[in-house]
């Protein structure tokens, strides 16, 4: 089945601990991408990735890190979380950038 | 810079009554558009693409260039349908979501 796959699907943590969210698609898309998804404000980028070893910023990167070192997986790393990064947040893949996305299931995320 | 609205966070309507969620974009050419939805504790998923001119679930969408709008329209809404609705413009490398309408429909 086609999909992609987020781990964990919850998630609480404390301020500072380091925490990686995983994001795997067997799809053979090239571009994968995160968003976090925040009351009011609706589904905003953190970072995408055209292809492997090609990663960019999106709107809101500050806090986060990406790396794409193969092509099914896109992992999302807080070096050091803050309680404003409390959020729900969402993987998707692509064929090519624009599209019709697939999205994870989500992470809730509560740092606290 | 490129920008999706969706004026309205919530729409509420009673089983059967015609629905239109608004999306309105600024971009300049021809631009792709998608209505994804989610259901609730449920991914986003799509329901339909502005290129492809098909009805899903009873839902179409009609680009509007000189109105620079891409409404999503249902003539009867069904309970099954309360959800939240997101118009999205692929631009620059990355999609652009507005911030979404959540449909109430009620019984």
């Known amino acids: 089945e086609a999909q992609v796959t987020q781990n964990p699907r919850y998630l609480i943590t404390v301020t500072g601990k380091k925490l990686t969210v995983t994001c795997s698609q067997n799809?053979?898309?090239?571009?994968m991408s995160w968003y976090r998804q925040d009351p009011g404000l609706g589904l905003r980028q953190i970072y995408y990735s055209m292809n492997v070893e090609v990663t960019d910023k999106g709107d809101v990167p500050e806090g986060y890190k990406v790396s794409r070192k193969e092509k099914r997986n896109f992992p999302l790393i807080l070096e050091s979380p803050s309680p404003n990064q409390t959020s729900l947040y969402f993987c998707a893949s692509s064929r090519v950038w624009n599209t019709e996305a697939f999205f994870g299931q989500g992470t809730r995320l509560t740092v606290v | 810079a490129q920008r999706v609205t969706q004026p309205e966070k919530l729409l509420s309507v009673f089983k059967g009554a015609p629905v239109e969620l608004k999306c309105n974009y600024s971009?300049?050419?021809?631009?792709?558009l998608f209505w994804y939805v989610q259901y609730s504790r449920q991914r986003l998923q799509l329901l339909l693409r502005h290129i492809s001119r098909e009805s899903i679930k009873g839902f179409t969408a009609d680009l509007n260039k000189g109105e620079t709008s891409f409404h999503l329209k249902k003539p009867f809404a069904q309970e099954e349908d309360s959800a939240m609705y997101y118009c999205a413009l692929p631009q620059g490398g990355k999609l652009i979501f507005g911030q979404g309408t959540e449909l109430s429909v009620k019984p």
């Open positions: 799809m053979n898309h090239e571009y």
């Open positions: 971009y300049s050419g021809s631009p792709e």
